[in-house]
């Protein structure tokens, strides 16, 4: 019994001599550091066109048999909207005046990325009446774009048979991105 209290007094003392040598060791070293962050910022570039300038164009379901006619009734007014308050155009709103069935066009645009890291911008998001068919140009699920860099997009509409008379229709295109390595 007495050999079993030595022991344990031993080990005890050793523990407690262990730590005082590991705190006379131990030192603690303040790191302080820098984080500076990118922005993630892009918008419609403000250059726009569309088909619809002198002469309207009809086309066919499916997009098909797209020609020219011999009339301008139909007319095509496209609005960029700033969607998250931060001076920046990231939502086209089209609005189609005195349209028919079968009025159609195409509108022509670009993005560009005026952030600091490169993005991923997807396909847009489209809210549109039923009586509008929209078609965008692009089968990429999404475009990489550099800082200052911008990519051309287009897409194309038609007002479907569907359409009643002295009706204003209006539709939007919303773009999503994300920073790059990011999943849209």
């Not at 619809?52 to 301008?72: E, H, M, Q, S, W």
């Amino acid at each position: 019994m007495k050999k079993a209290r030595s022991v344990a007094l031993a080990l005890i003392a050793a523990l407690v001599l262990t730590g005082a040598g590991y705190a006379a060791w131990s030192e603690n070293i303040p790191v302080h550091g820098t984080v500076n962050t990118g922005e993630l910022d892009w918008c419609l570039n403000g250059v726009m066109s569309s088909y619809d300038v002198t002469t309207d164009y009809a086309c066919d379901p499916g997009f098909t048999n797209i020609r020219p006619l011999n009339k301008n009734v139909g007319h095509t007014i496209l609005t960029p909207e700033d969607s998250d308050g931060d001076g920046d155009h990231e939502k086209l709103v089209v609005t189609v005046v005195n349209a028919y069935p079968s009025y159609y066009n195409t509108v022509y645009f670009s993005l560009v990325n005026n952030g600091t890291i490169p993005l991923k911008i997807g396909m847009p998001l489209i809210q549109n009446p039923s009586e509008v068919d929209v078609r965008c140009d692009n089968d990429q699920p999404f475009t990489i774009l550099e800082p200052g860099r911008h990519t051309s997009r287009a897409f194309e509409f038609r007002i479907n048979d569907s359409a009643l008379e002295n009706t204003t229709y209006t539709f939007s295109l919303y773009f999503p991105a994300v920073q790059w390595n990011a999943s849209l």
